[in-house]
Every structure is written in structure tokens, then in C-alpha cells.
Nanobody
Framework: QVQLVESGGGLVQAGGSRRVSCAAS????????MGWFRHAPGNEREFVAG????????YYIDSVKGRFTISRDNAKNTVYLQMNSLKPEDTAVYYC????????????????????WGQGTQVTVSS
């Protein structure tokens, strides 16, 4: 099991940037595919971005492509989500999630494919 703690959320103006981080401890972080999800009121929790264990492949949903960047530092057991050109519709609680895997090029988008979750960090984008 991996313990995950997100940080970096807050209030940001539309068009601004924010980086949220997720620190991991426990089972080998470098063997986990990592995902960022978000949950806005009235919506389902949705997949935003994912990164393979070695960090050599990433995946983004269309609405954040070109604005968000997921990255990881396996030496620091941390995954990041850099969010630029933020929009009010990006307002949500952002969660990181981990899935232990031997598949080096698999990035699941379904939340039930991830075993471990953080507590979330709120990002609010004001217009």
C-alpha cells in the first residue's frame, strides 16, 4: 500500500498557474502508475492525467491538454501536476492516486483501477 498526501491547492485567478504535489510513502513508488483526478460539486470524479512508473509516458484528458503537465520525481517519491492557463471550470478537489503495476506503459483512466488515494487538495479558480 502507498500513502499519498497532496499539497499545493489554493485560490488562483483565471489565467493563472498552480502546481499541486503528491508525496508518497510505503510500497515502491517507482513501481506505481500515478494518476491525478478531480472532483467538482455535482460531477463525477474524473481522470485528469496519468504518468507511467518511469515517467516516460503521460496521458491527459482533452480539456487540459496543453495547459496541464504531469511529472514525477522517483527519487523524491513525488508526483506533480503543473496547471497553467487555469479556468473557473478547473475548480475542484484534486486527488492523486496510485496503482502498483508491472506494466510499464499502461495508464488506467478508471478510478476503480487505482488502489491508493490521497485526501485531496482544493483548487479554486476565480473568474
Amino acid at each position: 500500500q502507498v500513502q499519498l498526501v497532496e499539497s499545493g491547492g489554493g485560490l488562483v485567478q483565471a489565467g493563472g498557474s498552480r502546481r499541486v504535489s503528491c508525496a508518497a510513502s510505503g510500497r515502491t513508488f517507482s513501481s506505481c502508475v500515478m494518476g491525478w483526478f478531480r472532483h467538482a460539486p455535482g460531477n463525477e470524479r474524473e481522470f485528469v492525467a496519468g504518468i507511467t512508473p518511469r515517467g516516460d509516458m503521460t496521458y491527459y484528458i482533452d480539456s487540459v491538454k496543453g495547459r496541464f503537465t504531469i511529472s514525477r520525481d522517483n527519487a523524491k517519491n513525488t508526483v506533480y501536476l503543473q496547471m497553467n492557463s487555469l479556468k473557473p471550470e478547473d475548480t475542484a478537489v484534486y486527488y492523486c492516486a496510485a496503482r502498483f503495476t508491472f506494466a510499464l506503459s499502461y495508464i488506467p483512466k478508471e478510478k476503480d483501477k487505482y488502489q491508493d488515494w490521497g485526501q485531496g487538495t482544493q483548487v479554486t479558480v476565480s473568474s
